[in-house]
């Protein structure tokens, strides 16, 4: 009996809280409307390629460990006035199994698990920056971590407004802007790492046409730094890499020539 008991509170409690956490995360989880504007003139951007991304993490106060991944991913592009809609993810994202989980630890005196959610977005037009990322564009070409992490804003939730029926985002702001071939790929590449859900973002078709541009727009000659040669040649992609690519992966410059010529470019 007190065992029927015990589960019939198991059952109950995988279903309630689930629930409740529905309802604490419905702004992250719902649909969500958004524009992206030109900085110049305040109007609608066309054409951007929007990326949202949810994450989840666990950890464990008693071993102080911790993993996370990417639970869901949307790709969006603006309409002619810069407007965009996510979908929801209520179906993608669910809460039962893992506390369903948690509450078994409990049960069997073990310290649950600690789960955490979050979400981004991140839009990218080629020859645009978003307003603010300028400082950190400088930032990620001298970094020797990862660039995206000189952009806080692409780790946190956009600012926005929750309803009943869908989040309101409040509107992202691009400039266009000129970079040197070298600090632009290392923004897209920062892009590029945040947009990554499941090891191959839905942008690094947009971005590859472009980055072959790039490496074969610079002067043969032109020694280019490790951690340019790695942006343009993650977001090639290996499939694309010729024979002589493994010599750019040495910690020293390298021409812009073989960096074009990996790439699949051409002159």
């Known amino acids: 009996m007190a065992v029927a008991a015990v589960i019939g509170l198991g059952l109950a409690a995988c279903v309630t809280e ?41 950890y464990d106060t008693g071993w102080a460990s911790s993993s996370g991944g990417c639970d869901a991913e949307r790709v969006v592009t ?3 006035n ?22 078994l630890m409990r049960s069997l005196g073990m310290t649950p698990f600690g789960v955490g959610y979050d979400w981004h977005l991140v839009p990218f037009k080629q020859g645009y920056v978003r307003v603010g990322d300028e400082a950190g564009i400088a930032r990620a070409t001298k970094a020797e971590h990862q660039p995206d992490r000189s952009f ?18 409040r509107p992202i702001v691009l400039r266009r ?18 947009s990554d859900c499941h090891g191959y ?3 690094r078709e947009t971005m590859r046409e472009s980055v072959q541009d790039m490496a074969c727009s610079l002067p043969g000659d032109e020694l280019l730094d490790p951690q340019v040669i790695h942006a343009f040649l993650s ?27 990996s790439v699949g470019g051409a002159r």
């Open 235 to 261: 977001i090639a992609g290996e499939r694309r890499f010729s024979h002589s690519s493994s010599t750019l992966w040495a910690t020293k410059k390298q021409p812009a020539s073989l960096v074009c010529e």
């Open 82 to 103: 810069g407007y965009y809609t996510i979908p929801s993810v209520y179906g993608a994202i669910t809460f039962e199994r893992i506390w369903w989980k948690q509450w």
């Open 177 to 194: 802007t000129k970079l040197a071939p070298s600090e632009q790929v290392i923004y897209d590449f920062a892009l590029y790492l945040r």
């Open 201 to 203: 973002p839905a942008i």
């Open 18 to 58: 689930p629930l409740l956490k529905a309802i604490e995360y419905r702004g992250m989880l719902a649909e969500k409307r958004g524009r992206v504007v030109d900085a110049d003139n305040g109007e609608g951007l066309a054409g951007v390629t929007v990326t949202a991304i949810w994450t989840s993490g666990t």
């Open 152 to 169: 806080p804003a692409y780790w946190n939730p956009p600012p926005y407004d929750a309803g009943l029926t869908y989040s309101g985002i």
């Open 78 to 80: 603006t309409d002619a």
